[in-house]
């Protein structure tokens, strides 16, 4: 997987290969108080019914830059993702924006970390988007959101 610190080569419980930092310490520095606070903004704007073009415009550059927590689970047929089904019935790949937000649910899953861009790639006709601290304040990110944006 990559390194949330310097987009290195890091494995679970290993140092990163570039900048030597440790899984656990690169895992626990992961934050988002910026997305965090924009997904409140958003929220309030539209109770308010006030336009939020501006607010999703800056959560899209946040999110490009980013890494996020993907639960993971190895099995004997490769890797499975921790997925939720939305409102509309529909599945989600569930993703994090800090290891306290993805400890709230506490799955036997295991923390990695990916950029957004690697996160997107993993997207397929079968998911139609991300839900986003799922055990938390969620935020649902959907495939129509996703097109326009990236």
């Known amino acids: 997987m990559i390194c949330a610190k310097c987009g290195g080569t890091i494995h679970i419980n290993e140092a990163c290969t570039k900048c030597g930092i440790a899984y656990d310490e690169m895992i626990n520095s992961i ?8 997904f409140k903004t958003i929220e309030k704007r539209q109770n308010n019914h ?8 800056l959560m899209a ?8 927590i993907l639960p993971i689970r190895l099995t004997d ?5 921790l997925q939720i089904p939305g409102p509309d019935g529909k599945t989600n790949l569930a993703i ?5 937000e ?8 295991t923390p990695v970390t990916n950029s957004w861009k690697l996160l997107m790639n993993l997207l397929n006709d079968n ?3 991300f839900i986003i601290n799922v055990f938390g304040e969620a935020v649902i990110f959907t ?6 944006y990236f």
């Open 77 to 81: 047929k490769g890797m499975d993702a």
């Open 96 to 100: 994090f924006t800090d290891i306290d």
């Open 31 to 38: 934050e988002h108080p910026e997305i965090k606070r924009l």
């Open 127 to 129: 998911l139609n988007g």
């Open 143 to 148: 495939r129509q959101f996703l097109d326009v």
């Open 50 to 57: 006030e336009d939020i073009l501006m607010e999703e415009s």
């Open 102 to 109: 993805f400890k709230l649910g506490n799955v036997d899953m």
């Open 61 to 68: 550059c946040e999110l490009l830059n980013s890494s996020m």
